[in-house]
């Protein structure tokens, strides 16, 4: 679950890039994260991982209180959530194997767990055949998968993603939010920034509208509602 309450972000250069921000996203929900560019998207998303820290307010992410927490404890948090993003953020000089398993070796997970979670996920998007290739050998929309299965081999209970489908065509991005929705329905909360009109409007999820760094909208079954 996440909990912000009057949460606002001011950049050193004056910009409030989110003014008395309140919202709660329940376990299991799917939300989209929609608005104008320079609305404030990409705060609010980071803002949910620790990425960047609120001036003012409270955010709370599961039991913990992210808005307050010290930097040591930040990884404990990081660990809950899967974070995805546009450019895909593989180490280009490790395997597909190696990609998903860095996560969690990260966390210190028992060596003779990782293989076998490893393929499993892998398998789970459809791409086990590939697993000693390097990202340079695979296609946008193959690494985009890639960068699902290692947000999600830890069974994270929150998926944050931002703009995973900004770079990939129309057909790639339809398999990926495919993926997505497989595991919302699992019971994984699913937090999306997007400027995708057509996804938005066809899935029919909840929609959180930022506009001008305030919540314009916030609806159970919305639409885009922008012109792009």
Same mark, same amino acid.
């Given at each position: 679950?996440?909990?912000?309450?009057?949460?606002?972000?001011?950049?050193?250069?004056?910009?409030?890039?989110?003014?008395?921000?309140?919202?709660?996203?329940?376990?299991?929900?799917?939300?989209?994260?929609?608005?104008?560019?320079?609305?404030?998207?990409?705060?609010?998303?980071?803002?949910?991982? /620790?990425?960047?820290?609120?001036?003012?307010?409270?955010?709370?992410?599961?039991?913990?209180?992210?808005?307050?927490?010290?930097?040591?404890?930040?990884?404990?948090?990081?660990?809950?959530?899967?974070?995805?993003?546009?450019?895909?953020?593989?180490?280009?000089?490790?395997? +597909?194997?190696?990609? +998903?398993?860095? #996560?969690?070796?990260?966390?210190?997970?028992?060596?003779?767990?990782?293989?076998?979670?490893?393929?499993?996920?892998?398998?789970?998007?459809?791409?086990?055949?590939?697993?000693?290739?390097?990202?340079?050998?695979?296609?946008?929309?193959?690494?985009?998968?890639? #960068?699902?299965?290692?947000?999600? +081999?830890?069974?994270?209970?929150?998926?944050?993603?931002?703009?995973?489908?900004?770079?990939?065509?129309?057909?790639?991005?339809? =398999?990926?939010?495919?993926?997505?929705?497989?595991?919302?329905?699992?019971?994984?909360?699913? +937090?999306?920034?997007?400027?995708? /009109?057509?996804?938005?409007?066809?899935?029919?999820?909840?929609?959180?509208?930022? =506009?001008?760094? =305030?919540?314009?909208?916030?609806?159970?079954?919305?639409?885009?509602?922008?012109?792009?």
């Amino acid at each position: 679950m996440i909990e912000m309450y009057d949460v606002w972000k001011t950049y050193p250069n004056g910009t409030n890039a989110l003014k008395g921000i309140n919202v709660k996203i329940n376990k299991g929900d799917f939300v989209f994260v929609v608005g104008p560019s320079g609305a404030g998207k990409s705060t609010f998303i980071k803002l949910m991982y /620790r990425e960047e820290k609120p001036t003012k307010g409270q955010i709370f992410l599961n039991s913990f209180n992210v808005s307050r927490i010290k930097e040591r404890q930040i990884p404990a948090v990081r660990r809950s959530i899967g974070v995805i993003f546009q450019d895909f953020k593989l180490l280009p000089n490790l395997t +597909v194997f190696e990609n +998903v398993a860095f #996560a969690m070796e990260v966390i210190e997970s028992n060596k003779k767990e990782i293989k076998p979670r490893v393929m499993e996920v892998l398998g789970l998007v459809k791409l086990k055949h590939k697993a000693k290739m390097l990202p340079s050998e695979l296609s946008g929309g193959e690494q985009q998968r890639i #960068a699902l299965a290692r947000a999600i +081999v830890n069974n994270p209970g929150i998926i944050i993603a931002d703009e995973p489908t900004g770079n990939l065509d129309p057909d790639t991005s339809w =398999e990926i939010m495919k993926l997505f929705d497989e595991i919302n329905l699992s019971g994984t909360t699913v +937090v999306m920034a997007t400027h995708n /009109r057509e996804i938005v409007n066809s899935m029919r999820r909840r929609v959180i509208a930022i =506009e001008a760094g =305030e919540i314009a909208r916030d609806e159970q079954r919305g639409e885009y509602g922008y012109e792009d």
